[in-house]
Every structure is written in structure tokens, then in C-alpha cells.
């Protein structure tokens, strides 16, 4: 069980580390496809076993699972929700633009800088949505069609940037943004936030796969895992409704706090 595997692709995992990996992604992809945040789970279990030696591997091959992952998320909400493609494919595009445009700039941002400002951003975001109780309950249009679309273009290509700079809290940004400026409900919000996260998850793979650092063997295991945790998550937003997703949305926001807060404190 614990004997590096030798298959290609695998980066010498041990059978209980693709194990572990597995359930970690099925986990992810359920939380994942609820609201975002998925990667709190994911990306710290692939960094814990470390397939191929460097932190880069994991980073990489997560890309597979969540593209997988966030893409059978669409398809589900796409049966059992009415999903605006016409302001939903615009934002995609941007933020396509914008995580490839992140991932190229990845290097030349100090990492704490960052995470301190996202730390920031997290708690606002965080305060806001639970003092405000009614926010995302039910649609609240705030512009006229060519305003929201433009608002939801430029906004998906600002947090695609920052998905391919850096990434955590995407999920909970694309949310917020949906809910808090353009006022989505919470469900619509995370189905369209899932069609975003699609496009940046995708930009950020086409820019690490010319690298080597992609284990496809490992990456595919886990897309299959993740997919399945995708699908339940998708059809249990779907059934819980708006509240329930506003709930898991807190939950997560919280979590990312902790996360970064915890990065800050130990350096």
C-alpha cells in the first residue's frame, strides 16, 4: 500500500496516497460544484503526497480533475436550471483571457502580498453576504442587459487574472461578483460561476501543459473522482435551492479566512 506506484503518468504515488487522493477529489468536487472552494480540499491533498517531487506537479495535474469536474457541474445545472448563455459564454471568454494572462505573471508577485490582500477581500466579502441575510435569495436585476453583460465581462476576466496568478477563493469571488454586483440568486449565481470556472481552469491547464508537469495517469483518476463528487454537488444545489447554497458559500468563505490566515501567521 504505501510502495511507489511505477505506472506512467502516476508520479510515483503509493497505492494509499491514490487512494487518499481519490476521496479527497470526490469530496472536492461535490463542494466544488455547490459553491467553489473545492481547491481547499483538493490542492492541499495533492500537495500532502507530492506526486513528481515538486509542488508544480500538483498544481498542474489538480487543473485536470477541476476542468472534469467543473464541466459535468455545467452539464447537470444545465438539465435542471435555466442558464443565461448569452452573458455566462462572454464572461467564460474573458476570464479565459484573463487566467492565461495570471498564469504568465505567476512568478512576479510576491505570494504573501497577495494572499494578504485576498485575505482582506475574503473577510469583506464574508461580513457582507451574512450581514445581509436576504442577498441572493431571489433575483434582484440591478442594470439593463448591455450593462450586466459588460459588469460580468470584465469582472470574470479581473478574477480569471487572479485564478492563473494565484487562485484560491475563485469560486467564492465569481460568486460574490454574480450575487453582490449583478444580483443573481445564489443558484443561478453558481451555475453560471461554474461555466466561468470552466474557462479559467482551462487556460490555466493549456499554460502548464507545454511545462511537462501535467501527470495525466494521476490527472484522469482523479477527473473521474471528481466528476462524480461534481454531479451530486450540482443536483443537491439544485434541489436545496438558494439558501442552501448561501450557507455552504459562508461556510467556504470562512474557510479560505482561516486557510490564509493561517499561510500569514506561520510565513
Wanted: include cysteine.
Amino acid at each position: 500500500m504505501t510502495t511507489a506506484l511505477d505506472w506512467p503518468g502516476f508520479g510515483q504515488v503509493s497505492l494509499a496516497g491514490l487512494l487518499f487522493l481519490c476521496l479527497a477529489a470526490v469530496l472536492a468536487g461535490a463542494v466544488d460544484a455547490v459553491v467553489g472552494g473545492g481547491g481547499l480540499i483538493q490542492v492541499p491533498a495533492l500537495l500532502l503526497v507530492g506526486p513528481g517531487g515538486q509542488p508544480l506537479y500538483a498544481l498542474a495535474t489538480n487543473k485536470i480533475a477541476s476542468v472534469v469536474g467543473t464541466a459535468s457541474a455545467v452539464t447537470t445545472y444545465a438539465r435542471q436550471t435555466t442558464m443565461d448563455w448569452r452573458s455566462a459564454i462572454p464572461m467564460a471568454v474573458s476570464a479565459f483571457c484573463g487566467a492565461v494572462g495570471g498564469a504568465a505573471f505567476a512568478g512576479a508577485l510576491e505570494p504573501g502580498v497577495l494572499n494578504g490582500v485576498v485575505l482582506v477581500a475574503l473577510i469583506g466579502v464574508g461580513l457582507y453576504t451574512w450581514r445581509k441575510p436576504d442577498l441572493g435569495v431571489a433575483e434582484t436585476p440591478r442594470y439593463g442587459r448591455g450593462v450586466q453583460i459588460g459588469l460580468m465581462a470584465l469582472g470574470g476576466a479581473v478574477v480569471g487574472f487572479y485564478d492563473g496568478l494565484a487562485g484560491p477563493g475563485t469560486g467564492a469571488f465569481l460568486v460574490f461578483l454574480l450575487v453582490g454586483v449583478v444580483g443573481f440568486a445564489f443558484l443561478r449565481a453558481s451555475a453560471t460561476a461554474k461555466v466561468v470556472n470552466v474557462a479559467t481552469n482551462l487556460g490555466a491547464l493549456l499554460y502548464f501543459i507545454p511545462t511537462g508537469k501535467v501527470l495525466w495517469g494521476l490527472g484522469l483518476v482523479l477527473a473521474v473522482c471528481n466528476l462524480s463528487g461534481a454531479v451530486f454537488g450540482a443536483r443537491l444545489a439544485v434541489r436545496r435551492g438558494s439558501a442552501f447554497v448561501r450557507r455552504v458559500f459562508l461556510t467556504v468563505v470562512v474557510a479560505l479566512v482561516v486557510s490564509l490566515g493561517w499561510k500569514a501567521a506561520v510565513g
